[in-house]
């Protein structure tokens, strides 16, 4: 049974959608089985990722109309169900009123429905999450297992983090498995005073949760979401081509990947 995992912030820019490729990534790169949803109406995890979209089937398509998952392959553990300018807020909530099949059921459980089918067929399934609270991102809190916070380390995104754990703690009414799985600092300069003072802030108020490993600021991580490139191909290119500098990107979210199946005592079958 896949673990469902969100990865959320109502702030934006704090890599939530980096945070989903990369660890997606990984874990298809270690045999596991991995289904990406792109719940973003902006559609960024989509086209960070080697796909075409043309011709292709979305989330809104896959639940509204066809009715069951159909993703894109990215690699042969990887599968993408790409995101849709539909998904936004109105258009959603509008369309979950008008479907027969979702007319009398409560639209916070629309995406949970929808991923019964599938849990069964993967390892993980990772949702990448607009920047907001909206029915969609209820949709993902209660159709989840866990949710990864990612961060920036300023000081007013502490805030954004406490407003995702009060919003988990909403959702255990209505979905009791739901925990935080981590919160994850990104874009991190560990020669600020701030950033070091934030990092040492979560730990102190968060020690089970934070991620022990921050990702630091790296153009390197900016460039293959921006090629559309997998980063673990990206490393590999780099390493190929004998790249002078580390791609302390990836090194880093192998270590948050690592700490990750640590922390769900997962194995790979
Ligand atoms: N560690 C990093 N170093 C440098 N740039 C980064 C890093 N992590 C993410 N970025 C870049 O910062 C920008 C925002 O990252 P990302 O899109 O992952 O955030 P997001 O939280 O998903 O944003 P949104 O809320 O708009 O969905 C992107 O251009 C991304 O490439
Ligand atoms: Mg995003």
Do not use: W
């Amino acid at each position: 049974m896949a673990k469902i995992i969100s990865i959320a912030n109502q702030k934006g820019g704090v890599g939530k959608t980096t945070t989903t490729t990369s660890i997606g990534s990984i874990l298809a790169s270690q045999g596991f089985k991995v289904l990406l949803l792109d719940l973003d109406d902006q559609n960024d995890l989509t086209l960070s990722l080697p796909i075409s979209l043309s011709g292709q089937t979305d989330l809104f398509k896959c639940i509204f109309e066809l009715g069951f998952a159909k993703g894109v392959k990215v690699n042969p553990n990887l599968v993408v169900i790409p995101g849709s300018p539909k998904l936004q807020p109105i258009n959603f909530s509008e369309r979950i009123k008008q479907h027969e099949a979702y007319e009398y059921e409560n639209p916070r459980f629309v995406l949970k429905k929808f991923l019964t089918q599938i849990k069964d067929k993967c390892d993980f399934i990772l949702m990448d999450c607009p920047p907001n609270e909206e029915l969609i991102v209820q949709n993902a809190f209660a159709a989840s297992d866990y949710v990864i916070i990612p961060t920036i380390p300023h000081s007013f995104s502490i805030n954004g983090v406490n407003a995702v754990l009060r919003l988990i703690q909403k959702f255990q009414k209505i979905n009791p498995e739901l925990e935080p799985l981590g919160i994850l600092i990104t874009i991190y300069d560990k020669r600020n005073n701030i950033d070091k003072g934030v990092y040492e802030l979560c730990l102190e108020q968060y020690p089970s949760l934070l991620f022990k490993t921050p990702i630091r600021i790296n153009s390197k991580l900016r460039e293959n979401s921006h090629l559309g490139i997998e980063i673990i191909e990206y490393a590999k290119q780099l390493a190929e081509n004998k790249y002078p500098s580390k791609f302390t990107g990836y090194e880093e979210f192998l270590a948050v990947t690592d700490e990750l199946i640590g922390r769900l005592k997962m194995s790979i079958a």
